[in-house]
Structure formats: C-alpha cells, structure tokens
C-alpha cells in the first residue's frame, strides 16, 4: 500500500486530558500517528504514559478531548462503534495478561473463535503460524503460568496480532527483561514493522530500545509532551528535560519538591 | 446527630450496592438475550460452569445435607419422645428439609464453593488486567464471564436443593430406621404423605433466587476488586458474608410472605 502524500491519521489525540479524580494526569495532549508508522512513547514512572495507552485503546475516559481511531472518535463511539474498533487493534500488555484458564493456544485462539467464522482447523493452523511468528511454537498446550515473563510478553504478542490487527499496541514490550530477552523482543518488533508494514505505538522507558525500533518518538514528561519528532531529532534536542532523561541524570531534590509542588497546582490553574 | 447521619449513609451505601447487582443482573440478562458472543461459545462455557458448580459440589453436599437429615431426626426424637409421637419424625424431618434447609444448606454450600471462587476468579482478572484484556479484544467481560455463571447458577441450584431434600429426608430415613420405629418402606410412606408438592415448589423457586443472588454478589465484588493480592482476599471475604447475609434475608422475606398468604387462604 503506498502512503498518499498526506496520509490521514490512523491515531490521533487532540487536546486529551484524563483526570483520576481531582488529579489531572494528561494535560492537554496532540498528536498523529500516521499508517505504517511506528511512534514510541518514552517517559519516566509517573509520566502518564501507560494512561496514555489505557485512553489511545478506550480502557480510560478522557475528561475532555477527542481519540480518533481510523476517523472514529472513541470518546463518543457507541459499544458497537467501539467492538468494531477493538477487532481492528491489538493490545500487548506489560504482564501479558493471558486468560490464566486457557491455555496458551486458546488464549489466541479466542478472539479467532469469538469474532471469525472460521473452522477449527483453520484456526488451529492460525495460533501455530502466530505462535511461531513469536518463537513459541510448541507452546499451545502450556498454561499461561508455566511461562516466563518473556514467554508470557510474547504469547500475548501472538495474541496480539490473532486478528491481523492494523494498529498494535505495546506497553512496556522489554521492562523487566533480561538484555537478552528484550533485544528478542525489539527484533520481533521490527520484524512485524518489516513484513506487515502495521502501524504501532510503543510505551516504553527503555532508551535503546525506543531509539532501535522508533520512527518517530512522543516524550511524555509529567502529562505533557516535551518533545516530539523523528528519533533522531529528539535524540539531539537540546530541551533540558529532553537532555536529563536521555542522559539519565537524577532529579535533584530540590527539583523534585518543585516539581512536586507544580504537580498539585497544576489543576488549580 | 452523628449517629444518625452515619445510620443515614450506611442504608444509602447498602441500597447502592443492591442496586449495583439488579444492575448487573439486567445487563447479564440483556447480554444474554442480545448476545454480542456466539450463541454456542456461550453454552459451552455455561455447562463448564454448570459442571464446576453443580456437579462438583455434590459430594459435600450430599453428605452435609444427609447428615442435616440425621441430626433433625435426632433432636425431633427428643422432644416427640415425651410427647408419644414418635411416628411424626418423619414428617418433621420432611417438612423441615423441603421447607426450609434443603435450600438454604444448599445455599450456604455453595456461597462457600462457588460464590468466593467467581470473587476470586474475577478479582484475579481485575488485578492480572485480564479484564482488560478482554476489553481490548471486544468481548464484554459481562457477556463472557458473568452471564454464563448466571445460567449455571440459575439451573444448578434449584437441582441441587431438590437433591438436599432428598438426602435430607434419607439421613432422617436412616435414624427412622435404626431406631426401630420404621421399616424403610413406612418411614418412605410416612414421609410421601407429609411431603406438600407446594413445599418442594417453594424450596425451588427460593433456591433459585439464592443463586442468582450469590452469582451477582460474587461477581460484583470480583469487579470491584483494587489493585492487589490482598484485595482479592478482601473480596473473597466479603462476597460470602454479604451472600450468607442476603440469602438469610431472603430467605426470612419469603418464609414471611408464605405465612401471611396461608394465614389468609
């Protein structure tokens, strides 16, 4: 498929704020994810970047502001706007979670059973094409708990992509692997952009990773994005917070109560 | 003027939550209806329930109820000895089980069985984002989880009570019979003539209500579950004493209303 000159959003977040109570967490984000691109999301603990992801896929209500998905608004879709929607995306999550009663090869298999019309042998075939896809393959009849982590991540890459999803979601891909592992991970990553040309978000904290695999590259800072462009240009950006995440250099404290102190009046005004 | 606010607040946060599991009941019964999953995915796991439910519990229910049986034969004994009565043991023992224990050991048993386990199973979702993830791939965890535990429920439990009465009145059968007063067959007879088909009835329709009760607490607590292992445990806890209490309620509702329309026939 080649990309028109001005290619239409496949993603697209305007002016999204979500709230956990009184606390603002995302304030006031815009942003495009284009077809076939992948977009990292990179941002400490407390960035709000997994919140991001739980709004981009529908789990979490914005307070205000609109996500497109494929020219839908998913704040005001209706339940059947929004099965229609979740078929057509596949959401990886950070602990896998694998359907703990099922064992591995059904936990991909579901979706298949649930929303297709195809035969069981067909499907069959489908979950060991996916599970091999993964480095899995064999694995069908393991229940979820006899996996590692990595295992796990992976099992739900497969399930994941069960669909033929256009857009997938990553969340955490590599936190809490071995290098070893998580360099699997990135390669398996890049081998999906490679072979399907999907178009994927990746909410990471992982440096080298996001720099690897990314196209382009959101930072998350706080609830805000503090830079946003090509790997390489925010890879040189000269932003101080931009530098002191990239650069791993701690926050000072007296940063912190500052910071802090902003995070609270950051909803007053 | 403390207490009052407090009594206030307490009846508002317990008519919210009886009114979160008529919720959840009408939107499982809608799902069930109007089912966004295939028809016959939904089945399959409504008898895998059923099995997990039902089938399963009936070993310990048979023994607790047959016991249940013994023991009311006994204590009656006791008190229709001095009366000369002897012979009315048996429908004592009837009575009692059809009316009133059958299905609410039956109840009890399961609460302890199957209520605490859709807590945990939910609750364990919650936590693992399993829950979510069944979001995500647009099944509706109402339609996949809930509903089929509704359906098990609401066919196992009258069954099972029916079952209870049986064992029941068996247990009384064996005192009955080791006791010298019956043979098998005059303790079966005495047993058919004291048995009312509308008792049996309403022993059914109660233990039906039970269940669906206790599926809509467990399910709902599993839900509500927070963020961690100890929530779990939280809830597990909590969708049994909130069962127990319920079913008790319903339970004193209908005996309640049973009398007041014999008291007028």
């Known amino acids: 498929m080649a990309a028109p000159s001005t290619p239409a959003p496949v993603v697209s977040a305007r002016d999204l704020r979500v709230q956990y109570g009184d606390r603002e967490v995302l304030h006031g984000l815009n942003f495009e994810i284009v077809h076939g691109e992948t977009v990292v999301v990179l941002g400490g603990s407390g960035s709000g970047k997994s919140t991001l992801l739980r709004t981009l896929v529908g789990l979490e209500k914005p307070s205000s502001g609109a996500v497109h998905i494929k020219g839908v608004d998913i704040t005001r879709a209706s339940a059947r706007e929004m099965d229609a929607i979740r078929k057509k995306i596949g959401l990886a999550f950070q602990g896998g979670a694998l359907i703990g009663s099922l064992p591995v090869g059904e936990n991909i298999a579901l979706p298949l059973l649930e929303h297709t019309t195809l035969k069981p042998t067909t499907i069959e075939v489908m979950v060991r094409i996916k599970l091999e896809q993964v480095g899995l393959s064999g694995f069908e009849n393991y229940s979820p708990a006899q996996l590692s982590g990595g295992m796990r991540k992976r099992a739900a890459f497969a399930r994941a992509l069960a669909m033929d999803p256009e857009i997938l979601f990553f969340d955490e891909p590599s936190a809490g692997l071995d290098p070893i592992t998580a360099a699997g991970i990135d390669d398996l990553i890049l081998d999906l952009k490679k072979a399907y040309s999907m178009t994927m978000v990746v909410v990471t904290h992982e440096l080298a990773s996001a720099f690897l695999i990314a196209d382009r590259i959101i930072l998350l800072d706080r609830g805000s994005i503090v830079a946003m462009g090509p790997a390489q240009e925010v890879r040189d950006s000269r932003h101080p917070r931009v530098r002191q995440f990239l650069d791993r250099v701690a926050d000072t404290t007296e940063d912190d109560d500052v910071d802090n102190l902003r995070l609270f009046t950051d909803g007053i005004r | ?265």
């Open chain 2, 1 to 265: 003027m403390q207490f009052v606010t407090e009594v206030g607040a307490a009846s508002e946060r317990s008519v919210a939550y009886v009114g979160g599991l008529a919720q959840l009941f009408g939107r499982s019964l809608r799902l069930l209806f109007f089912s966004p999953l295939k028809r016959t995915r939904l089945l399959q796991r409504a008898v895998h329930q059923a099995m997990a439910v039902g089938v399963g519990a009936l070993p310990i229910m048979s023994l607790i109820t047959f016991f249940v049986g013994v023991i009311i034969a006994l204590q009656g004994a006791y008190q229709l000895q001095r009366l000369g009565a002897m012979q009315l043991v048996a429908s004592l023992v009837s009575i009692s089980i059809t009316r009133e224990l059958g299905p609410l050991i039956t109840a009890i048993v399961v609460i302890g069985r199957s209520g605490s386990a859709f807590a945990a199973e939910i609750g364990t979702m919650r936590v693992t984002e399993e829950l979510d993830a069944l979001e995500t791939m647009a099944l509706d965890p109402v339609a996949f989880l809930v509903v089929p535990k509704f359906l098990a429920m609401a066919v196992m439990l009258p069954c099972l009570a029916v079952w209870s009465d049986f064992m029941g009145v068996l247990g009384g059968c064996l005192f009955g019979v080791v006791s010298g007063n019956f043979t098998f067959g005059s303790y079966v007879i005495a047993t058919r003539d004291a048995m009312v088909p509308h008792d049996v009835a309403a022993g059914i329709v109660k233990a039906l209500v039970f269940g669906l009760v206790i599926t809509a607490v467990g399910c709902q607590e599993g839900f509500s579950t927070g963020a961690g292992a100890e929530d779990v445990g939280r809830s597990t806890t909590s969708a049994v004493v909130v069962s127990i209490l319920l079913v008790i309620l319903i339970d004193l509702v209908f005996t309640v209303l049973f009398y007041l329309a014999r008291g007028t026939a």
